[in-house]
Every structure is written in C-alpha cells, then in structure tokens.
C-alpha cells in the first residue's frame, strides 16, 4: 500500500513538472498560434511516455492555452490583441473590486501569513535579478498565491465567477506570465507590497485604485511585449 502511494506521488509529481514545462514554453512562444500539439513529438522533446503528455494538454486545454478538436488532437489557442485587452480591462475592474473589499472586511491571520509568504517569496525572486525559464512558473505560482488571498478575503463568489469569465481569455490569468523581463517583475512585485499595505490600512480607495493600476500595467508590458515581437 505505501508503495502504491509513493508511485502515485511521483506520478502526479512528473504531471504537474510536465504541465509546467509545456505551459511555460507556449507562453514562451516556442509554439506558434494555430500550432498542433503531436503528443509523439512532445514526448521525445521531455523524454517521458504518451500519457502524462496526454494528461497535460488535457490541464492545459482547461486553462484556456490549448483547443481540443476530437478529431485532430490539441492546438495552441489563438487570441486578438483587442481580445486580450478587453480581458485585462474587465479584469482591473473586478480585481480592484476585490482589493477594495478585502480592505473593507479586513483580512484573516491566515491570509496574512499567506500574503506575506508570497511577498517574501517574491523578494528572493527579484534579488537573483536574472531568470530562468523555470522562474516563470515559480512567478506564476507566487502571483497565483497573492491575488487568491486578495479574492479570498473579498468574500464575493461574484466577484470570482465573473473573474473566472475574463481568465477564459488564457493570457490575462493571473496563473499565465507572459511579459517577463526583470524589470516588469520587480514593477509587478513592487505593487503587490503597496496593495498589501493598503489593505491592512484598511484604505478601500487607496487599494482598489492600486490594484485597477497594477493590473493596467501588467496589460501594457504584455502589448509592449507583443509589439516588440511584431516583424517590421
């Protein structure tokens, strides 16, 4: 039976690592839009079997990175430049919602510890001042983290679900980093510290408008970044 276990950990263990790397190589545009996901091809590229291929692109399919055609298989999703600011703009509005009433309601030693966490982390991010590829997903989780404590102490399913629409545009997630120069970092980190701030000074104006400003950035570094990489 304990053996059983620690296969089964090992195994979703390889998954998570598996859905990582293939989610941080697409929001690194090692695959172009429209592109096919050959599951054959993905397991000769991370040397592992067919199956946690398979179940990856199933997990990301779900976050909104892929689309599943049952006749051919998994492919990169296309979104528009207006798509995607549309998204990031319904966004700011509804994440400053939540700032504004997690500042309001005051949050909970437990999502203090948890805010905190994520803040700290996010220093010893900064302090390395050059990434790697697998620092995306450790920012990812870390942003991920923050923002959930945010929602949590929000105390609005609303406010959640209608997130939850605006996200189905897979690129404005706060879980998907796409624009990931240091310096975008340190500019978003730097936010969540004075969103924190605002929220334990109880300032619901104060925090709704840094969140709605934060979120605004995080839009104009992805369009700057996508710009960049426009051909002249």
């Known amino acids: 039976m304990a053996k059983d276990s620690v296969v089964d950990t090992e195994s979703v263990t390889r998954s998570v690592s598996i859905t990582e790397a ?26 592992v079997s067919r199956t946690p291929i398979r179940a990856a692109l199933q997990s990301l399919a779900g976050e909104g990175l892929l689309v599943h055609n049952p006749n051919r298989g998994y492919y990169v999703r296309e979104f528009s430049l207006d798509d995607i600011v549309q998204a990031y703009e319904i966004r700011a509005v509804l994440e400053g ?34 990434f790697t590829p697998e620092d995306r997903s450790t920012y990812g989780r870390i942003n991920t983290a923050f923002h959930d404590v945010i929602h949590t102490a929000g105390r609005s399913s609303m406010i959640k679900d209608m997130l939850r629409v605006s996200q189905q545009i897979a690129p404005s997630s706060h ?5 990931f120069e240091h310096r975008d970092v340190r500019r978003r980190h730097d936010d969540h510290h004075r969103i924190y701030e605002a929220i334990l000074s109880r300032d619901g104006g104060r925090a709704e408008m840094l969140m709605r400003d934060h979120v605004e950035s995080v839009k104009l570094s992805l369009i700057r970044t996508l710009h960049t990489e426009l051909p002249s």
Do not use: W, Y
């Open 97 to 130: 919602l939540a700032a504004k009433r997690a500042s309001q309601i005051g949050l909970t030693r437990e999502l203090m510890v948890a805010a905190e966490k994520a803040l700290r982390e996010g220093d010893r991010l900064i302090e390395k001042g050059q």
């Open 175 to 179: 879980h998907n980093v796409i624009a």
């Open 22 to 47: 293939l989610r941080c190589a697409i929001l690194a545009g090692d695959f172009a839009p429209g592109e096919r996901m050959i599951e054959v091809h993905l397991s000769e590229r991370l040397n």
